[in-house]
């Protein structure tokens, strides 16, 4: 249960443009989409209609809840972007793709995915060690996807890369209910988590 003052509106999702070769995958998108649904927490994402990005939006929109997808022109033809979405914002390019699923959203949960959902997730986490927002990040480590990921990590703070609080950003949990009850845990106090992503 949320915490007074700390309320979680609105979740940026990062997760593939493809299905990915097992059915837990997909079937952790529409877990998630429907979750958030229930919720009563609208979805922020990348705005495709295939892979992943399409089961998790679908899977919201049949559970009466609201999606925003944020999408670079140039991509609308490559990710088939959603057409039946609350909200659609087409932008220039993908860093302010980033930014503005960054700035509407109150925390993020990252799916599997590849090197796209990689380059968000690090750039999310980079965001809040450069104290330009605080708001939590969970990955949803589904049939195990991110083991060697996170095993990479380890190795790179045992190397002396990664400060030992900085592992402490990620929250990792197996499935989307969990993963969200420990991003509410992690919502900064207040009714708006403070955020410098205008400099971002």
Known sequence: MSQPGRVLRSVCVFC????????????????????LAQDGIALV?????????GALA?????AGGAVVGVI???????????????ELIVVDSMH?????MAQRSDAFLVLPGGVGTFDE???????????????PLAIVNAAGYFDRLLDFLGHAAAEGF?????????????????????LRERLPPGDQPPSGLERA
Do not use: N
């Open 72 to 86: 670079p022109t140039h991509l609308m033809r490559p990710e088939v972007a959603h057409q039946r979405l609350t």
């Open 58 to 62: 679908d899977a919201a929109l049949a």
């Open 96 to 100: 302010t793709r980033k930014r503005t």
């Open 121 to 135: 997730m690090f750039e999310m986490v980079t965001w809040t060690q450069l104290r330009l927002h605080a708001k």
């Open 45 to 53: 994402y990348g705005g495709g209609h295939v892979g992943m990005m």
């Open 16 to 35: 593939g443009s493809r299905p990915g070769a097992r059915p837990e995958y997909l079937d952790v998108a529409r877990r998630c989409g429907a979750l």
């Open 162 to 182: 990664l400060h030992a609080a900085h592992g402490e950003l990620l929250i990792v949990e197996p499935d989307p209910a969990a993963a969200l009850r420990r």
